[in-house]
C-alpha cells in the first residue's frame, strides 16, 4: 500500500513518541501513589493534543517542500480527521476503565501505574493491526466493506445497549482468573504480585491490568477500521492512532470525577461509527469528502457533549 513514510518519518515518529513517554515516566512519574489533580490532568491534555498538532504542522511542512501543497493539505487533513475520530472513540476506552476500577474499588492514587502498562500495551498492539489492516486492503480491497459493515452494526448495538451497564461480577475472563489463580483478598499498593508463605499471590490489581488490557483489544477492533474510512496510508493511520492514545491517561484524569455529566457521549459515540461505517460503504459509489467527515464527526460529538451538561445544568436545577 503507498504510503508517505519514509524511514526518517518513521523514525522521527517513533522519536516523538519515545521521547514523550520518557517524560511521562520520568518527569511525571507513571507510577507512584499520588492522585493527579483535575488541573495537572487539564494542563497535559493540552500538551498532547498541541504535540499531536505540532506534528501535524511539521508533517505538512515537510511535504509542502517534497510533494507539492496539494498533497501537503491532503496528508495534514488525513491526520487531524484520523486523530480527531480516534480520539473522540477512545473516550469509551475512559467509560470502561472508569467502571474496571470502580467495580475493584481502586483508589484514584493507584491507578496511574495501571494506565501507563494499558497505554504501552496499546501501543504495540494497535501498531500490529494498523500494518495488519493495511496489508489486508491491499490484498483484499472488499475487506473495506467487512470493516464498514461491521462498524454499522457495532454501532446500532452500542445505540440500543448505551444505557445498559456489564456486571462484571459475571465476566468470563474474571471468573476464570479467580479460578486459576491465587489472588489476595486486598489491594498491596501499586504491586501487582506478592509472596506469602512462599507462595506467590496475584493482587487485584493484576486482575484490573488484565481487564484494561483486554478492553483495549476491543475497543482497537472498532477504531483501527474507522481510521482506515479517513486513509490508506499506514503511517497516517498510525500515527493518528498513537497521538491520539498517548493523551488517553491525561484525558482519564480529567474525566474521572465528571463522567457522569456526558450522559449523551455514548450516543455521539454511536452515531460517530454508524456515519464511518456508512462511509466505508458508499466508497466506490459515493466518496464523502474528509472536510465533510470531519465536520460531521465533530458536529456528532460537539452536540452529544452539549446536550450532556445541558441536561446535567437542568437536574442540577
Known amino acids: 500500500m503507498e504510503s508517505i513514510g519514509s524511514w526518517w518519518l518513521w523514525g522521527g515518529f517513533f522519536a516523538v513518541v ?5 517524560v511521562d515516566l520520568l518527569v511525571l512519574k507513571g507510577g507512584g501513589e499520588r492522585r ?3 488541573k495537572e490532568a487539564a494542563g497535559w491534555s493540552a500538551v498532547w493534543v498541541s504535540v499531536a498538532l505540532l506534528f501535524s504542522a511539521a508533517l505538512w511542512y515537510y ?3 517534497a510533494a507539492g501543497r496539494a498533497v501537503a493539505n491532503a496528508k495534514a487533513l488525513e491526520f487531524l480527521t484520523g486523530y480527531v475520530i480516534e480520539k473522540s472513540l477512545a473516550v469509551d476506552n475512559v467509560f470502561v476503565w472508569l467502571m474496571i476500577f470502580g467495580f475493584f474499588a481502586v483508589p484514584v492514587e493507584l491507578q496511574r501505574r495501571v494506565l ?8 504495540v498492539l494497535r501498531t500490529v493491526l494498523v500494518f495488519a489492516g493495511a496489508w489486508l486492503i491491499a490484498q483484499f480491497h472488499w475487506v473495506l466493506y467487512l470493516f464498514g459493515t461491521f462498524l454499522l452494526v457495532t454501532g446500532v448495538k452500542m445505540l440500543w445497549f448505551a444505557e445498559e ?3 462484571l461480577a459475571d465476566n468470563p475472563l474474571v471468573k476464570w482468573m479467580r479460578r486459576h489463580l491465587r489472588i489476595t483478598p486486598a489491594l498491596e499498593g501499586e504491586r501487582f504480585l506478592v509472596r506469602r508463605g512462599g507462595l506467590l499471590y496475584a493482587t ?5 491490568l488484565v481487564l484494561v488490557e483486554v478492553s483495549d483489544v476491543i475497543f482497537a477492533v472498532d477504531s483501527i477500521p474507522a481510521i482506515f474510512a479517513v486513509t490508506g496510508d499506514p503511517f497516517i493511520v498510525l500515527t493518528s492512532n498513537i497521538f491520539a492514545i498517548l493523551g488517553l491517561r491525561a484525558m482519564y484524569f480529567l474525566l474521572v470525577d465528571v463522567a457522569d455529566r456526558f450522559a449523551y457521549l455514548k450516543y455521539g459515540l454511536a452515531l460517530i461509527l454508524v456515519f464511518i461505517g456508512g462511509k466505508m460503504l458508499v466508497v466506490d459509489f459515493c466518496p464523502i469528502p474528509l472536510p465533510v467527515s470531519l465536520a460531521v464527526v465533530g458536529v456528532i460529538l460537539a452536540g452529544a457533549v452539549g446536550l450532556s451538561l445541558l441536561k446535567t445544568r437542568r437536574r442540577q436545577a
Open 18 to 22: 519515545v521521547v514523550m513517554l520518557a
Open 36 to 38: 493527579v489533580s483535575i
Open 63 to 65: 511535504l509542502d517542500g
Open 116 to 123: 501507563l502498562y494499558g497505554v504501552l500495551g496499546a501501543i
Open 165 to 167: 451497564r456489564p456486571d
Open 204 to 208: 487485584p490489581l493484576l486482575l484490573v
